[in-house]
């Protein structure tokens, strides 16, 4: 009996040093610092620029069904489907052909971290890691509300960032719905096709 | 019967079983705690991916995400030097207890439905970033990893033995002065 109150005391112990090192040492993280109030995955809300008969108001020629993209499957995410336009890896390549990217009229941006981003991104992309919005949202956002269309990409399918950040752009930015893209298949589709890659830090706005 | 029992006891009592079990324990969570801790926001964002975590409110897996690599530090910092290190056992092994569902369940969802859209081979070539530190896993080679340091915090728990440990160390110190004053006057 004294063992097993002595070995739950010391498991207490061990507890109670792990709150005060892992809050304190948070407090002094700079970019890796986890916000404890900021909601990192908050609850999608019905587009609000549908109308009643579920036709999407944006003039799009973008994938509004994903099981057209040959032999891949819903997004692991199946709201997103419903949520925002999908882009295939051709309309990507196709928009970022476009004299529009060039001149500023289509922005592509990067969900993912430093890292992951420095080591190779489609040209011209911007970073905006979601996980660390604190960083980025500042400069990022008036690009985005300045320009015709956004094309939002993480890693993968298995990525659920891009989704994440789309939703803050249009939840919390007011960026209109209809000039947001999700680009499901991400990094890992477009590297995989070798299309041209840029590498290192992108151009601070 | 009894030759068996008495011949674990002897093992036991040597100690080194228990050494061994706390430094192959205490080494590998000290690399698992190390590797979180350098980007807690990845482990975060693994943990949502998880679906198996209450998010509401928020605060709750954002300080579990804070704390946890903390306590598996402690943990195995504990179990490295023998000091609290039932205390440490025991916490790894509720621990690990508690990651198998979440690790279960999320490769079942996996395996049922392919991100990638081809089936997997086997249940046992589903691999995922299971936010352990490690990266990328196969599902079978993590459960075999975590049954295997579940038992090693197991025997470190039933273990009768304090030797190699700053606990005997303390105990030794704590008899031997409780000796010294009940000693009887010659």
Request: overall charge neutral.
């Amino acid at each position: 009996m004294k063992t097993t109150l002595t070995t739950i005391a010391q498991m207490v112990g061990l507890a109670v040093i792990a709150l005060a090192l892992g809050f304190g040492a948070n407090t002094v993280r700079g970019k890796n610092q986890v916000h404890l109030g900021r909601d990192y995955k908050p609850k999608s809300v019905p587009r609000t620029d549908v109308e009643p008969s579920g036709r999407d108001t944006a003039t799009t020629t973008t994938v509004a069904d994903p099981n057209s993209q040959a032999g891949q499957k819903l997004p692991s995410n199946s709201e997103a489907a419903a949520e925002f336009q999908h882009v295939s890896l051709d309309e990507v390549r196709a928009l970022q052909a476009d004299p529009k990217t060039a001149s500023g009229s289509y922005l592509f941006v990067d969900a993912r971290k430093d890292e992951a981003f420095e080591a190779g991104h489609i040209p011209g992309a911007i970073q905006c890691d979601y996980w660390r919005l604190d960083t980025y949202l500042d400069a990022v956002l008036p690009r985005v509300l300045g320009v015709e269309k956004v094309i939002v990409y993480c890693n993968g399918k298995q990525c659920e960032d891009s989704l994440e950040l789309c939703r803050t752009f249009t939840q919390t930015a007011q960026v209109p719905w209809s000039s947001i893209y999700l680009f499901k298949g991400g990094w890992e589709e477009w590297s995989a096709a070798k299309l041209p890659v840029e590498t290192g830090r992108e151009d601070k706005p | 019967m009894n030759a068996v029992a008495g011949l674990l006891r002897r093992i036991d009592s040597s100690g080194v079983p228990q050494l061994l079990a706390r430094l192959a324990v205490g080494g590998m969570f000290a690399y698992l705690a190390y590797m979180k801790l350098q980007d807690p926001l990845e482990l975060l964002k693994q943990m949502h991916l998880y679906n198996s975590f209450p998010t509401d409110p928020p605060q709750l897996i954002n300080a579990v995400a804070v704390v946890l690599p903390w306590f598996e530090l402690l943990c195995a910092v504990a179990l490295v030097l023998g000091l609290w290190a039932r205390g440490a056992a025991a916490s790894v092994a509720v621990m690990l207890l508690g990651f198998a569902p979440p690790l279960i369940i999320r490769a079942l969802g996996l395996y049922h439905d392919p991100p990638t859209g081809a089936p997997y081979a086997g249940f046992c070539a589903v691999s995922f970033n299971c936010g352990c530190g490690t990266g990328e896993v196969f599902i079978c080679a993590k459960l075999a990893e975590n049954i295997a340091l579940f038992g090693g915090a197991i025997l470190v728990l039933v273990s009768a033995s304090s030797r190699f440990s700053l606990d005997g160390l303390s105990w030794r110190r704590h008899a031997r002065s409780t000796s010294r004053t009940h000693a009887p006057a010659v």
